[in-house]
């Protein structure tokens, strides 16, 4: 099976999570692999479900987003594409995520941490005991932890049910997609799992959908502007569509899935591309 570059996070600046903004920073810099002072960070005025936590934005000295996060609504008009199309779901300046410089340490706001316990249903690989213990560092309330995996495929899914769900998925899910994210360096580096690791989240299913619309949008203009297709991450079905659904109308872009399982991925196809004509098709089929 042909393999297709992935939507890669290093691309553009990230979010990271920590108790002090040292802590935050040194996750940015293990992330991006640069030394702290190669890295210029801000932090967001609002940031919802973080529990008096630092959250930071950071990228490498030098790095230049495109505006409008990611390069979409600006670059879209010149490239001919949905210059109107869509601009109810995100028009204008990213609400509350406008970051300000942050030359040093901002105070952390006061907040009740609630007692978080995670309830293991079976048992958990190394990679499901970081969940665990990355969610229940957050205090967001109890939870439940469920792992499970489908036999001939390497995606180890976690489903996490329960009183903690309702932070996880607030904020876009930027906390959910930071640990997914670190879970799946951990099962990297594991000698027991090579797998690639999915976190679902109970309920939250409208800001869930919201976020994946934004991802949906960040690809295509990756992809346009690269000329090449991109494999967002493997998802469920439901995410799938979501996704689907948010770029079909979009002018010179086109999606399609790839590969086998419960968790296949969404290939986003840029008009040009060799695969384009076939995604296409695929979508008026799946009408």
Do not use: W
């Amino acid at each position: 099976m042909e393999t297709y570059p992935m939507y890669d996070k290093k691309t553009e600046a990230n979010e990271f999570v920590g108790d002090t903004q040292e802590e935050a920073t040194n996750q940015a810099t293990r992330f991006y692999g640069v030394a702290s002072e190669e890295l210029q960070v801000a932090i967001p005025d609002e940031v919802s479900g973080a529990s008096g936590r630092v959250v930071i934005v950071a990228s490498p000295v030098g790095f230049k987003p495109s505006q409008g996060g990611g390069g979409g609504r600006e670059d879209r008009g010149r490239s001919g594409g949905r210059s109107d199309r869509g601009r109810g779901r995100d028009s204008g300046p990213s609400r509350g995520r406008e970051a300000r410089s942050a030359p040093s340490p901002a105070p952390v706001a006061e907040a009740k941490a609630k007692p978080s316990k995670g309830e293991v249903k079976g048992s958990l690989e190394t990679v499901g005991q970081f969940v665990l213990g990355s969610i229940e560092r957050l205090g967001l309330g109890h939870f439940q932890i469920e792992e499970s995996s489908e036999e001939g495929s390497d995606f180890l899914v976690y489903q996490i049910t329960g009183e903690a769900c309702s932070a996880l998925g607030s904020g876009d899910g930027r906390a959910i997609d930071a640990i997914q994210l670190l879970a799946n360096q951990v099962a990297r580096g594991s000698e027991d799992s090579a797998s690639r690791v999915v976190i679902e989240v109970e309920g939250k299913s409208e800001e869930r959908a919201g976020s994946l619309e934004k991802l949906a949008e960040r690809a295509a203009d990756r992809a346009v502007e690269s000329g090449r297709a991109l494999a967002l991450d493997a998802m469920n079905g439901r995410d799938r569509r979501i996704v689907h659904l948010a770029l079909k109308e979009r002018d010179g872009v086109a999606t399609m899935g790839i590969g086998e399982g419960r968790y296949r991925q969404v290939l986003v196809v840029p008009e040009g591309a060799p695969e384009f004509d076939e995604a296409v098709a695929s979508s008026q089929a799946s009408s």
